[in-house]
């Protein structure tokens, strides 16, 4: 039953300048802002696209100076932000721009933070009320997505592994929110099949998740169901057919899913984060072969939700088991796996991954209750 007596907090995010050339807009931006000195942050595949080369000349030509970093790890570690912040300090850099995916963009919001923040970087965790340390200034922050699948150009936390460990943190603050986006599908148009199906369920299963998640937010909720619609029109001509109104989609969907999940988000992630952690695996592919399996565990009690789900899939039976089967299907049709065996994971490894999903931090906004046992059981399943 919602409460109508809370008071509750909705926060949407900043300018989104989203469309095929939006990138070109970059350079008078920056100086238009008294901008001349940014850090690029990217990954070092990204830096070697053509794309990026056409940005990075886009600014010379405007006399703007660029320092590029790259040299970052693909689940970004501590030392990948310590290194970052040495170069932005040591080359006079006036503001930071992230380019790539969900890693890139992560690691550029961290060393947003890492610029005027010296206390150790994992002090600023947000699971043990780091934010409460960010009091200085940050610089200048533009996030120009060429994935669609995190979305973390709109967010403001970035997720940072321990080098040793590789346990995920997460560094949380507004703050950390980009001033500006340029979302251009264009940069996504040479995105190979595999990295679009795993990213493009990586947004589908936020949407999903933001709109089974606890708490009132009709406004997320909105977002969430055309996101989904979105997705469901666009993916399988994503992988297989690019185009730009597939591109487009896909992009917009992916921005729209993680404004969503402010509400929150639920047990695939937690699923699929420990994955990650453990084995290596990419994000979006964990909550891809995941998400079926954890989606069939919130039918039960929800079914009035699945329904709304079903109608946003325009599927012909209304329920929550033609949704699993739909996206069962869909993974077939995008060429990722659906089990767990398949991605390499291995009974051995249940007692363990079973642990750390129990640990993780988005199930608590799953819409019912997850035991441990319910994630050995839902890992059993998939495998
Ligand atoms: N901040 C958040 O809210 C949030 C949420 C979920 C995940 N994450 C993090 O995001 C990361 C995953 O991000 P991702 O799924 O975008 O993957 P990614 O950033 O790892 O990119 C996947 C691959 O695609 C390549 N690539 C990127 N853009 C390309 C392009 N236009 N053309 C060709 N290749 C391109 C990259 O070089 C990389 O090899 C993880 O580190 C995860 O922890 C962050
Ligand atoms: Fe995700």
């Known amino acids: 039953m919602t409460d109508f007596n809370t008071i509750r907090q909705y926060n ?42 056409n940005i990075l000349d886009s600014l010379t030509a405007k006399s703007i ?6 040299d970052i790890h693909k689940n970004p570690v501590k030392t990948d932000v310590l290194k970052g912040g040495d170069v932005f300090a040591a080359t006079g850099r006036d503001s930071i721009i992230g380019i790539g995916g969900g890693a890139a963009m992560d690691v550029a919001r961290a060393i947003v933070l890492r610029v005027n923040h010296h206390r150790d970087l994992f002090d600023y965790d947000d699971l043990i009320g780091g934010d409460q340390y960010v009091t200085e200034e940050v610089p200048y922050f533009i996030t120009i997505p060429t994935t669609s699948g995190t979305g973390s150009e709109v967010g403001r936390s970035a997720i940072i592994s321990e080098d040793d460990t590789h346990r995920k943190r997460i560094l949380f603050s507004p703050k950390l929110l980009a001033k500006i986006i340029f979302a251009d599908p264009l940069l996504t148009l040479e995105l190979p099949p595999f990295i679009t199906a795993a990213t493009g369920m990586d947004a589908l299963t936020h ?19 055309e996101g989904i619609s979105l997705i469901n029109e666009s993916i399988v001509a994503a992988v297989n057919k690019p185009d730009l109104a597939s591109r487009s989609k896909m992009m917009i969907a992916s921005l729209m899913g993680a404004v969503a999940f402010q509400k929150g988000l639920g047990v695939v992630h937690s699923l ?99 035991s441990r046992e319910d994630f050995k059981k839902l890992y059993l399943e998939a495998i």
Do not use: W
């Open 207 to 225: 949407n999903l998740e933001a709109f089974l998640a606890k708490g009132f937010h009709p406004m997320a909720d909105g977002i969430a169901l």
């Open 12 to 53: 949407f995010p900043t300018i989104i300048r989203f469309g095929a050339g939006a990138v070109n807009e970059l350079p008078d931006h920056l100086l238009k802002n008294g901008l001349h000195k940014p850090l690029i942050v990217t990954d070092p595949m990204v830096s070697q696209l053509g794309f990026f080369k």
């Open 65 to 70: 100076s660029v320092e590029v970093f790259s």
């Open 272 to 370: 699929a984060h420990p994955l990650s952690s453990l084995l290596d695996t990419h994000h979006g592919l964990a909550n891809a072969v995941n998400l079926p399996y954890g989606i069939r565990f919130n039918i039960a009690g929800f079914e009035d939700r699945f329904i709304k789900i079903a109608k946003a899939l325009q599927l012909q039976e209304e329920t929550g088991e033609a949704v699993v089967n739909h996206l069962f299907e869909l993974n077939k049709q995008i060429g990722l796996p659906t089990t767990l065996g398949a991605i390499g994971v291995k009974e051995e490894h249940i007692e363990t991954l079973s642990n750390l999903a129990f640990a993780d931090f988005c199930h608590p906004n799953n819409p019912k209750p997850v």
